[in-house]
């Protein structure tokens, strides 16, 4: 069984980079795509964009001048890396699983929640 | 982009029941490319429907996706306890992929 298991701190301060990783276990990163998802309190989900295994990405426009997004096939990983954050960004931080870049994801980790504030 | 509005925003049943949830588009979904999961604290949302009627492996039987366009429809024949929580659309046919705003489903 495929499990995602999101890592990182879960307070950071505003205008310093948050950091998650997402730790693939029961399956290999490769040959899929990887997504990173949020979910502000009390809001609606919102894709912040897609890598493949590969290394290629698609970030969604409105916050592609922050987000950096990688993967280590020898650790099973993923990692996003938002930067110069605001309490806009406060949310819970999904990973997930799909196909394909635009596509219904098969897997979701648990989440995160990441909190901004000094 | 297209926006998924979910109705009703809660819906208080009991086991047993049926319920049925919508997930109406803004604009039409390419190819009823439309999925729905389900979401509960503190777990991973676990994949429903895909292709708008497609169960997900491992989806029991009682759980049937329907629609087209910009409608579309998930019902829970026969609610067993496990299945209150809170469900979400989302439309993957085009760009960017957008999400519902959730139907929770909660006991009565």
């Known amino acids: 069984q495929v499990q995602l298991q999101e890592s990182g701190p879960g307070l950071v301060k505003p205008s310093e980079t948050l950091s998650l990783t997402c730790t693939v276990s029961?399956?290999?990163?490769?040959?899929?795509?990887w997504s990173w998802i949020r979910q502000p309190p009390g809001k609606g989900l919102e894709c912040i964009g897609y890598?493949?295994?590969?290394?290629?990405?698609n970030y969604t426009p409105s916050l592609k001048s922050r987000v950096t997004m990688s993967v280590d096939t020898s650790k099973n990983q993923l990692s996003l890396k938002l930067n110069s954050v605001t309490a806009a960004d406060t949310a819970v931080y999904y990973c997930?699983?799909?196909?394909?870049?635009?596509?219904?994801?098969?897997?979701w980790g648990q989440g995160t929640l990441v909190t901004v504030s000094s | 982009e297209i926006v998924l509005t979910q109705s009703p925003g809660t819906l208080s049943l009991s086991p047993g029941e049926r319920a049925t949830l919508s997930c109406r588009a803004s604009?039409?979904?390419?190819?009823?490319?439309l999925a729905w999961y389900q979401q509960k604290p503190g777990q991973a949302s676990r994949l429903l429907i895909y292709g708008a009627s497609s169960r997900a492996i491992g989806i029991p039987d009682r759980f049937s996706g329907s629609g087209s366009g910009t409608d579309f429809t998930l019902t829970i024949d026969r609610l067993e306890p496990e299945d209150f929580a809170v469900y979400y659309c989302q439309q993957y046919g085009s760009s960017p992929q957008t999400f519902g705003q959730g139907t929770k489903v909660e006991i009565k």
């Open positions: 997930a699983r799909s196909r394909s870049g635009w596509d219904y994801f098969e897997y």
């Open positions: 604009q039409s979904v390419s190819s009823s490319y």
């Open positions: 029961g399956g290999s990163v490769s040959f899929y795509y």
């Open positions: 890598i493949h295994y590969s290394g290629s990405t």
